[in-house]
């Protein structure tokens, strides 16, 4: 094959790669892109290859001396000259520019109209991503994006652990025998080896006292379960156990409160005077 033709033909294979790279790049969002997403975009890219396909077609027509073909090709290329705005070559010399570097010289083009369309289209959409986005607070900005999936998906997460959304503001002492048993259990199997087997405190201080580093009640233990204080060895639980067992454990460990265990480590913090519903700020 001749080379010119084999490298016209790497060309057009160039050209394919890109395109169907596009494509999959529109098509690859998220692997449960739901399907309506997906057929807009089939039909977007089915509609251009149509598009670019008549384009063809009908420039090609004129060579058969079709009449609608050659006004298709006079009028594609009145357009095609308006946007691009390049002196012909017969011209050139009237807008050669005086420099000359080592034979090297330069013409004094206009801009290209379709760039600068492109550049005014740019001004344009900024003003009205301004005026969206940012003053008339229409359109969602990124982090306020972000913190609406991240809601949603809280609640999801909620939904997984049975419906049952607990945090460090709405969690309340579970009283019921079944709830308390399954709070001794997590504190047994995770928290005894640190804090006692009765809660009286070993590594971690002790839990059965009326003193607390970081707040009594529930509100504060439940936090201090889920964040953890880690610069001090206590770690955060929130990616072990469900918001339900951290309420239930907070909630049995509240109910050692009084039980005076033997080896009870002498109280650290500040007494807590019982406000079930603070929050301390921590
Ligand atoms: C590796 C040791 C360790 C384990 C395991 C551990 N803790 Fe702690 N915990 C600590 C330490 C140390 C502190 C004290 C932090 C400080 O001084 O600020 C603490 C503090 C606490 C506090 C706050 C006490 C206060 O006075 O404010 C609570 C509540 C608590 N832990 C609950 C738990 C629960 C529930 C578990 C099990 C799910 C657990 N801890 C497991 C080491 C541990």
Not at 10 to 25: E, G, H, L, P, R
Not at 167 to 176: G, P, Q
Not at 242 to 257: D, F, H
């Amino acid at each position: 094959m001749h080379p010119a033709i084999q490298n016209k033909k790497n060309q057009f294979k160039k050209v394919v790669i890109m395109f169907f790279s596009a494509a999959s790049s529109t098509f690859g969002q998220t692997p449960e892109m739901d399907m309506t997403a997906y057929i807009d975009n089939a039909a977007i890219l089915f509609f251009l290859l149509v598009l670019v396909i008549f384009v063809v077609l009908f420039l090609n027509l004129d060579k058969k001396g079709n009449e609608w073909g050659v006004a298709f090709k006079t009028a594609f290329r009145k357009l095609s000259n308006k946007l691009i705005d390049a002196a012909p070559v017969a011209k050139e010399e009237d807008i050669l520019l005086d420099h000359d570097y080592d034979g090297i010289r330069e013409l004094n083009n206009n801009l290209p109209p379709w760039w600068k369309y492109l550049f005014y289209a740019t001004i344009i959409f900024a003003v009205v991503y301004l005026l969206d986005y940012h003053i008339i607070g229409s359109g969602k900005l990124q982090e306020a994006e972000y913190l609406e999936e991240v809601k949603l998906a809280e609640l999801e997460k909620a939904n997984m652990f049975g419906g049952k959304i607990v945090d460090e503001n709405t969690a309340r002492i579970l009283t019921e025998a079944s709830d308390l048993l399954a709070g001794q259990t997590t504190f047994n199997k995770l928290c005894s080896a640190c804090h006692g087997t009765k809660g009286e405190g070993m590594v971690g201080p002790n839990l059965t006292d009326d003193y607390w580093i970081h707040g009594g009640g529930i509100k504060n233990v439940f936090l201090t379960i889920k964040n953890g204080v880690l610069e001090k060895g206590m770690i955060s639980w929130k990616s072990q156990l469900t918001p339900a067992q951290m309420e239930e454990v907070g909630s049995y460990i509240l109910s050692l409160r009084g039980t005076n265990p033997p080896n009870a480590k002498p109280p650290q913090g500040n007494l807590w005077s019982e406000k079930p519903d603070s929050l301390n700020v921590q």
